[in-house]
Every structure is written in structure tokens, then in C-alpha cells.
């Protein structure tokens, strides 16, 4: 049994883990529900899917094929910086209405809390500057 696709063959293996992982604590402590079943047999199914995926020589070709294509790549792209602009604004604003929920009920937990998304947005601004200075002077 030869592994084409080692990405999608670990990501299989990862998910059989943890779907049968959960399954395993899910009957152990006797709280298994059925949001906790539908996420086992989602993730065996995407983990059997992958899997198989990984070791089928045709669907590894196309796979690889479909990840190396311009396009899929361009749009990647695209919805990742999209992704990253969206998640800054959100922090952005996720800061600024615990910030303001800290001054109206004058409790310092929300301050703190608005003060992590004030840094999570700080974070992100620094690495967007980083980054844009290093594909900058790579061009």
C-alpha cells in the first residue's frame, strides 16, 4: 500500500483519531448526545474520505492537480487575505463594545477582555506591515 497524497493522509488519520477518540469519551462518561454523533461520524467519514483519498493513485493525481492549479490558488489567496481583513475588523470592534460595556457596568474583567482584542488587532496590524514590507522588497 503506497501513500500518494501524505498531506491528506495524515489530515485522514488525524480526523480517525479524533472521531474515534471522541466516540471512546463520549461512551465513558455517558454524555453522549446527538451534536456529539453527528460530529463522530463526520469526522470518521472525512477521515475515511482522506484517507482513501491518499491512498487511490487516480484521486491523489487530480487532488494534486487541483492544489497546484493558478486559479484554486489565486482564490486562496484571495479568501485569505479577505479572512484576515474581516477577523481585524472584528477585533476591532469585538474591543471596542467591551471597552464600552466596562464603562457603563464599571467592571475591569470586560476591560481586560476588550483589551485582548485590542491586542489580537494590534497583533494583526504588525503583521500585516511585516509582511507587506517583506513581499515589498521581494518584487
Known sequence: MKIYN?????SGILMLFLGTLNLILGLIRSNFD?????????????????????LN???SKT??????DERNQLVL???????????????LGTAAVFIAV?????????EYIGAGFAFAFVI???????????YDSRC
Do not use: H, P, W
Open 34 to 54: 446527538f451534536a456529539q454523533g453527528v460530529l463522530v461520524v463526520a469526522m470518521l467519514l472525512f477521515g475515511g474520505n482522506f484517507t482513501y483519498r491518499s
Open 124 to 134: 494583526s496590524l504588525v503583521v500585516d506591515i511585516a509582511t507587506f514590507v517583506y
Open 63 to 68: 487532488d494534486i492537480l487541483e492544489e497546484k
Open 57 to 59: 493513485y487516480k484521486m
Open 77 to 91: 489567496l484571495k479568501n485569505r487575505s479577505k479572512a484576515f481583513q474581516i477577523q481585524r475588523y472584528i477585533c
Open 102 to 110: 466596562s464603562a457603563i457596568i464599571k467592571t475591569e474583567m470586560f
Open 6 to 10: 501524505k498531506k491528506f493522509f495524515v
